[in-house]
């Protein structure tokens, strides 16, 4: 079937030459132009305005609103797709209709680039009784605020008087089914009668791609290519009390491209001990045959490559709960004791859950309780430019010991032990949105990262040496202690001698009594930090979500306030607009 065309926002025409050539496309294509386009039952709003706003920290909920908004297009709309900071673009008091796809980060706060958005709608938004609104939410149920920041959005929207379309959707990580469900009942409310007619397959993820690519053709998500890994070295020294790897995977036949910035999906496969084990706590042999996502197959097979055995599920709990109601668990599942919840489940998995009912589950009762096995992201650590088809990664691995037995983490030791010379690992592009160098090549750039959070900095480095680009670049890293811990060390001494690194600032935390970290580097080098900024410095931050970036975050505001001479709440707008002109990016986990 012919695709109906659709103006990408990387072509050179405003966003209002976008939505009428997008609408022009439409209408025209819905109108019968190719006999092979899809007869609409209702194309009646050929050409109306349809903004679709996202808020996506790593490109899920983007790639979601790409498809949504050709779907659109076949529909006979006009869509715009935005992040939500650029909402003023879609006029929301004066827009008819928009869609709303975000993802939640944090603790249940809005990705980096609705935050913007959210401070508008908190205080500054004006009625908004003309808007039709849709908020679809992506999510994860292991977090207790789930889909905390779509429901903040849905319930905003209706306080500020706009009306709702559908009701809210809701989607876990596997989130295909559940967003194909709500995008079929949002056409059904704006197109009725048209449902199934132009989809084309878009919303379904069997059939579309994350990056919204034909999986016949290219490898994806839905669809990952199966790598060799090229090399695993140690990057820790003797003496260190952690075990972060570098990675080399080859991309050679696959067709995939990156960027740097991106991220590398890595699709894992549970410990083989691991997964004896639960078969002896099942009393199976691993050759029965269960139900997966509606395919059938061993029990073994199932507990191997498609079930989470690490994080126990709502729903596990609720029934271990059942069958043991005199246990710790029972009184914790009440809504007031979430966070007693958390604490229980902390170091806690599927094995430990099982171990307290006296009746055990069967095999069968088991799997439809057990969360389906998520692929892990990793910011790629190479460019392509330095290392064409070839992707570097650098992976902290999880080991710890709990409640009496050893733990490992899922892809990060399936990386480090479990891949044979004969094995591959299946790979697929997450590809980031403006978690870029700079584009202007001659803008300065300062990047925190430290531990794991160099990964994306050290492809930014090296893609700026391969594109000759003369901004001056500034890196703070910072780890344990710098015999042991100084990942990357000799290319990064290498790189401050010859210049590409104008400033390198280190921070080992264990190497004297009091902690240093990387924002007491920035607070002691706050005049300078501010003259890059003010000389129109892109700001970057990598590593850890909870603590590390929360407190970057204050020291830069912090810096503003007393090298910029700001009071703090000029120093919040000037990080607002840092965010708007997104000079302010952080890939944080
Ligand atoms: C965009 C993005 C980029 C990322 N980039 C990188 C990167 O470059 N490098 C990198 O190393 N990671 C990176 N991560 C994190 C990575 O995706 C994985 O989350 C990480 O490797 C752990 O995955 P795993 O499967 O090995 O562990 P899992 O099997 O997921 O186990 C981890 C879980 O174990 C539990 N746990 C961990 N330690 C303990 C403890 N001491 N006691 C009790 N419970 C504990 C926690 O519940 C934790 O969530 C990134 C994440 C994102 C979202
Ligand atoms: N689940 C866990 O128990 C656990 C443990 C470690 C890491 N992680 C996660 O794994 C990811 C990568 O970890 P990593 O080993 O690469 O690095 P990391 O644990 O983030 O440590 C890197 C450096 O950052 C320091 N650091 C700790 N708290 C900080 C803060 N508030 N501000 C600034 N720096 C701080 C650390 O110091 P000190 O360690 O000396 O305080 C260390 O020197 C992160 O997401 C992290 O949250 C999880
Ligand atoms: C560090 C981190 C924090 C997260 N916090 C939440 C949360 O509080 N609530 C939630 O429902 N999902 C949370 N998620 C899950 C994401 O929202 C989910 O993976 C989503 O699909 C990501 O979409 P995106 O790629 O568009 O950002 C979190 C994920 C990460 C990695």
């Known amino acids: 079937m012919t695709k109906i065309p659709y103006i990408p926002e990387t072509?050179?025409?405003?966003?209002?030459?976008?939505a009428w050539l997008n609408g022009f496309l439409a209408g025209l294509f819905a109108d019968g132009g190719t006999s092979e386009a899809p007869q609409l039952s209702a194309p009646a709003k050929a050409g109306e305005p349809l903004p679709i706003l996202f808020g996506s920290q790593t490109g899920t909920a983007e790639g979601l609103a790409k498809r949504i908004a050709k779907e659109a297009a076949q529909r006979g709309f006009a869509p715009v797709v935005l992040p939500l900071n650029d909402h003023s673009q879609a006029d929301l008091a004066k827009s008819g209709k928009a869609i709303i796809i975000s993802s939640t980060w944090g603790d249940g706060e809005p990705p980096d680039n609705a935050t913007n958005f959210w401070s508008w709608l908190q205080a500054d938004a004006p009625r908004l009784e003309n808007l039709h609104f849709a908020v679809l939410g992506l999510g994860d149920k292991n977090y207790s605020d789930f889909c905390g920041a779509a429901k903040k959005f849905d319930?905003?929207?209706?306080?500020?008087?706009?009306?709702?379309?559908?009701?809210?959707?809701?989607?876990?990580?596997?989130y295909e089914a559940s967003a194909k469900t709500w995008v079929d009942g949002l056409w059904e409310k704006l197109t009725p009668g048209a449902n199934g007619a132009a989809t084309n397959g878009h919303a379904n993820g069997h059939s579309a791609s994350t990056n919204g690519h034909d999986t016949k053709h290219t490898f994806s998500k839905t669809n990952p290519?199966?790598?060799?890994?090229?090399?695993?070295?140690?990057?820790?020294?003797?003496?260190?009390?952690?075990?972060?790897?570098?990675?080399?995977?080859?991309?050679?036949?696959?067709?995939?491209a990156y960027e740097a910035g991106d991220a590398l999906g890595i699709v894992p496969?549970?410990?083989?001990?691991?997964?004896?084990?639960?078969?002896?706590?099942?009393?199976?042999?691993?050759?029965?045959?269960?139900?997966?996502?509606?395919?059938?197959?061993?029990?073994?097979?199932?507990l191997t490559r498609h079930l989470?055995?690490?994080?126990?599920?709502?729903?596990?709990?609720?029934?271990?709960?059942?069958?043991?109601?005199?246990?710790?668990?029972?009184?914790?599942?009440?809504?007031?004791?979430?966070?007693?919840?958390?604490?229980?489940?902390?170091?806690?998995?599927?094995?430990?859950?099982?171990?307290?009912?006296?009746?055990p589950f069967s095999h069968l009762e088991l799997v439809p309780l057990l969360r389906k096995l998520a692929p892990r992201l990793y910011s790629i650590s190479s460019s392509p430019k330095a290392h064409p088809d070839e992707v570097h990664l650098t992976v902290s691995a999880v080991r710890y010991e709990s409640f009496g037995r050893g733990?490992?983490?899922?892809?990060?030791?399936?990386?480090?032990?479990?891949?044979?010379?004969?094995?591959?690992?299946?790979?697929?592009?997450?590809?980031?949105?403006?978690?870029?160098?700079?584009?202007?090549?001659?803008?300065?750039?300062?990047?925190?990262?430290?531990?794991?959070?160099?990964?994306?900095?050290?492809?930014?480095?090296?893609?700026?040496?391969?594109?000759?680009?003369?901004?001056?670049?500034?890196?703070?890293?910072?780890?344990?202690?710098?015999?042991?811990?100084?990942?990357?060390?000799?290319?990064?001494?290498?790189?401050?001698?010859?210049?590409?690194l104008a400033r390198l600032d280190l921070a080992f935390s264990r190497d004297q009594d009091a902690k240093i970290y990387v924002q007491d580097r920035m607070l002691a080098n706050a005049a300078e930090l501010w003259s890059w900024l003010e000389a129109g410095a892109h700001f970057y931050v990598c590593g850890d979500a909870l603590r590390m970036a929360k407190d970057v975050d204050a020291a830069l505001h912090r810096i503003i306030e007393t090298a910029g001479g700001k009071s703090a709440d000029d120093a919040k707008a000037y990080v607002a607009k840092l965010k708007s002109e997104k000079r302010y990016q952080r890939d944080v986990y």
Not at 272 to 292: K, Y
Not at 325 to 330: D, K, T, Y
């Open 11 to 18: 072509a050179p025409f405003s966003l209002e030459q976008r």
């Open 269 to 302: 496969v549970n410990c083989p001990a691991l997964v004896e084990e639960m078969l002896a706590a099942l009393s199976c042999t691993g050759t029965e045959s269960v139900l997966v996502s509606n395919a059938a197959m061993p029990l073994s097979e199932a």
């Open 407 to 500: 733990r490992k983490g899922v892809a990060s030791t399936f990386l480090a032990d479990r891949i044979g010379d004969a094995e591959c690992v299946k790979v697929f592009v997450q590809p980031s949105h403006g978690f870029k160098p700079p584009t202007n090549g001659d803008a300065p750039m300062v990047m925190v990262g430290p531990g794991t959070g160099i990964a994306p900095f050290r492809a930014f480095l090296e893609e700026r040496k391969a594109c000759g680009a003369q901004g001056k670049n500034w890196l703070f890293f910072g780890d344990q202690k710098r015999a042991s811990d100084y990942l990357y060390e000799t290319e990064l001494d290498a790189w401050h001698k010859e210049g590409h």
């Open 225 to 256: 290519f199966p790598a060799r890994l090229l090399k695993n070295v140690l990057l820790n020294k003797p003496g260190s009390a952690k075990e972060v790897r570098h990675y080399e995977i080859s991309l050679a036949g696959s067709g995939l």
């Open 155 to 174: 319930a905003r929207l209706e306080n500020l008087g706009a009306r709702r379309l559908v009701p809210r959707g809701e989607c876990d990580s596997d």
């Open 308 to 359: 989470d055995l690490c994080k126990p599920s709502p729903d596990l709990l609720a029934a271990v709960a059942a069958r043991a109601p005199i246990s710790e668990l029972a009184p914790l599942l009440a809504p007031e004791r979430r966070d007693d919840l958390k604490k229980f489940t902390w170091g806690r998995d599927v094995l430990d859950l099982l171990r307290l009912v006296d009746q």
